[in-house]
């Protein structure tokens, strides 16, 4: 599902759009021309759907042989879960955080806190979290490119250590996706795990709420000053708006963030 020229919406679950295994993440493609990325993993393995997101990448007319990398958000098991299925499909390049990198190439289950979360019955008993080799390449404010785009990498801890959420400068606009640093609706997930730190959430927040994305509050506040038309009384054809409120959904469900990171907590006892 395209949510922009450069963006594909391509897996997810029951916070989602249920294009792909219910405990899934929402999982992006960037579209970069001669290279693609994927950003996020899904849980992978037996509980995952690997084979129906590089299907869902083809049916929205994307060559799987261009996809050069996997971008990881942060190690929880529904983000980074099947990077090993994405590098025995693809051949791909996993890159992520340091944290994240050595914690997925041992397979480290206590580090992501997955037996709490198995034992409160959000992953099944059988689950195993598979290694997978992994680049440690992103540093905060550092970038890379995927073809002709600029990918930037911001540390945003606070829902976990080794957390990062990516800018994405694209053609016609710049988008943010920020993994779970904000849920739909302005709200964050504090965990009761010991790498979510309050503090760091509110810090992370605040400093991406400085970030100018398309959608951000200082983008819309710009549009509004060179718009010829009153703000209040400008209005968007039918199919545009249905586009708006599609992206809206999705970006806030699943962290392609858009608006601005005004947040309410919800405290769960869940993890990994």
């Not at 929205?60 to 996997?70: A, F, H, I, T």
């Not at 955080?97 to 190439?105: D, G, V």
């Not at 209040?232 to 599609?246: G, H, N, Q």
């Amino acid at each position: 599902m395209r949510l922009t020229n450069e963006i594909a919406l391509i897996g997810g679950g029951n916070y989602g759009f249920n294009l792909s295994a219910p405990l899934d993440c929402h999982i992006y493609l960037i579209d970069g021309g001669d290279e693609l990325a994927i950003v996020d993993a899904g849980i992978g393995g037996p509980h995952g759907a690997t084979g129906e997101i590089l299907a869902n990448i083809e049916a929205d007319g994307y060559d799987l042989n261009k996809v050069k990398y996997l971008l990881l958000t942060h190690y929880h098991a529904d983000h980074a879960g099947g990077s090993a299925d994405f590098k025995r499909e693809l051949g791909l390049t996993v890159l992520a955080s340091p944290l994240c990198a050595q914690t997925l190439a041992i397979g480290d289950e206590d580090i992501i806190s997955l037996p709490f979360a198995k034992a409160s019955g959000f992953y099944p008993a059988d689950y195993v979290f598979e290694p997978c080799p992994a680049e440690g390449a992103f540093a905060d404010g550092k970038s890379i490119n995927v073809g002709r785009l600029k990918i930037t990498a911001y540390e945003t801890n606070g829902h976990s250590r080794g957390h990062f959420s990516f800018l994405v400068e694209g053609s016609d606009r710049r988008s943010l996706i920020s993994g779970d640093l904000v849920f739909f609706g302005g709200t964050i997930i504090a965990q009761n795990i010991p790498d979510c730190i309050i503090q760091e959430y509110a810090a992370s927040c605040q400093r991406m709420a400085t970030v100018d994305f398309d959608g951000s509050r200082s983008s819309i506040e710009a549009k509004r000053q060179r718009s010829p038309t009153p703000w209040s009384r400008r209005r968007m054809p039918a199919s545009s708006r249905l586009v708006s409120c599609v992206l809206k959904i999705s970006c806030a469900l699943c962290g392609f963030a858009a608006g601005s990171l005004k947040v309410r907590t919800t405290w769960v006892d869940r993890c990994g």
